[in-house]
């Protein structure tokens, strides 16, 4: 009798425990349904592909994708469809941090109280509208031509991300066969906010801020160098691209000087190099909303002088997105504490009820407002001197960057900057890879965007 009780005991705890355990998961599963739905190897659930999901729009409010009788669409324009493939995605989730896939749940209005095995009029699928300009998105594509590189666009009051492209690309409505070929290398990875490079001259801006938060004003005004071409810091070799003579704080910055930044990083030391670093947005990642993005790096912890010499001029083992940098140079802009970027302006409720929009965050303080405003004067002071204007229209402030990635292989070529057109607040960074000079390759598509922006801002 005791072994019946003792087994009737037994099923039925088996049997709470299963209820009790397919309770959790349920409400689990409802509590997270967003993502569940947006992992990859829960694709089959909500909607089959992206053929009843809603309408994608830039901030202007042209259609960049929608769904019709079950099939997908995209915009007429070609060019705009391969300006924004990283933006927007495809219908598969070949492009991980897109809109059609991290926000794949939302688009496609799956639930597990609503929508699943429904009928399609009863999911609730969403729209979205970014804060992306499909037009500045598709200058910006064609200015990087054949180049493989990143643009990227941000207001740096609002944190609005107005143009985010990488190349290479392809026209998500007809997707080419891109295995084995050479010319779609990395074409699946967001380089404006998913890929790092050696920074090059441009982390020269991260060297500037380190000695403006940390020396005195007359101390900087008062330290030349006499550039020979060359220096040897640490029982090593620090070369610069050409002699330039006796220069002043603000005149190597503007001739971008290794010798010069070197030697300064050098007598900052590692500690302050460092925490100027991690301020101004290094060794951590920022996040997109729900999109992750690439943490840049700076790491001198075990450099010796040579090397940390050559990572204050954005060599050694420095790495930085397009995005970071972007974030930088609106930092500077906007008094020294930036504004973080942000995509999705908002999400449609069902029965196009919209949500409250969404804006953008400050982040931690960079540098003092006083020297934001002195580090802004010497970059504009570059454009003015260096760059003999840089080919832009507005009054732009600006570094560009060559930097060496190995023997036997071209130099990437950088640029970053904002400009300082109160009717046009944009930070911008752009990457060409391999592009050999930031001068010669990297200006000039900087130049083109942010005339078109300027153009665009003031109709």
Not at 12 to 35: E, K, P, Q, R, T
Not at 129 to 140: G, I
Not at 194 to 205: D, E, H, I, V
Not at 279 to 284: E, I
Request: hydrophobic share 35%; net charge negative; with cysteine.
């Amino acid at each position: 009798m005791n072994k019946i009780r003792n087994r009737s005991l037994i099923v039925w705890f088996i049997v709470i425990a299963f209820i009790g355990g397919m309770i959790y998961f349920s409400i689990n599963l409802i509590i997270h349904a967003d993502v569940w739905a947006s992992k990859p190897q829960n694709a089959h659930l909500g909607t089959d592909g992206m053929g009843e999901a809603g309408v994608i729009t830039d901030r202007n409010g042209n259609t960049l994708a929608y769904s019709e009788n079950g099939t997908r669409y995209y915009n007429s324009d070609e060019s705009i469809r391969c300006s924004l493939l990283h933006t927007i995605g495809d219908e598969g989730r070949n492009i991980g941090g897109a809109v059609q896939n991290v926000y794949r749940s939302e688009l496609s209005g799956f639930s597990f109280i609503f929508g699943l095995g429904l009928p399609d009029g009863l999911t609730f699928g969403r729209n979205i509208q970014l804060t992306v300009d499909s037009e500045l998105s598709k200058t910006a594509y064609e200015a990087l031509g054949d180049n493989k590189g990143a643009v990227f666009v941000y207001n740096y009051k609002t944190g609005e991300i107005i143009a985010k492209v990488s190349a290479p690309t392809y026209d998500p409505a007809n997707i080419p066969a891109i295995d084995d070929d050479e010319a779609y290398e990395g074409v699946y990875v967001d380089r404006s906010i998913n890929a790092t490079y050696p920074p090059g001259s441009t982390f020269k801006l991260v060297t500037s801020a380190a000695a403006l938060e940390n020396m005195s004003i007359s101390e900087l005004e008062n330290r030349t160098y006499n550039c020979t071409g060359s220096d040897t810091i640490g029982g090593n070799t620090i070369t610069c691209y050409e002699t330039h003579g006796e220069e002043s704080f603000k005149e190597a910055l503007a001739h971008s000087c290794n010798c010069y930044f070197a030697q300064l990083a050098v007598d900052l030391g590692a500690d302050k190099m460092t925490e100027q670093a991690n301020k101004m947005g290094f060794n951590k990642s920022v996040s997109i909303g729900s999109i992750d993005t690439a943490s840049s790096k700076y790491d001198v912890s075990e450099a010796d002088q040579n090397e940390l010499g050559w990572s204050g001029v954005g060599q050694y083992t420095d790495l930085a997105s397009p995005m970071t940098m972007a974030i930088i140079s609106g930092a500077i802009a906007n008094g020294g504490t930036p504004t973080l970027p942000y995509l999705v302006s908002q999400v449609s409720l069902p029965f196009g009820i919209p949500t409250i929009p969404q804006g953008g965050k400050s982040g931690s303080q960079m540098l003092s407002s006083e020297n934001a405003s002195i580090l802004s004067d010497m970059m504009r002071y570059t454009v003015e001197n260096e760059y003999n204007g840089g080919g832009f229209n507005g009054e732009i402030c600006a570094k560009t960057g060559t930097a060496e990635v190995g023997e036997g292989k071209s130099a990437h070529a950088w640029v970053t900057g904002f400009s300082r057109d109160e009717s046009c607040p944009l930070a911008f960074a752009v990457i060409v890879e391999h592009g050999d000079s930031g001068y010669l390759a990297a200006l000039p598509v900087a130049a083109e965007v942010m005339n078109k922006a300027l153009q665009i801002y003031s109709e």
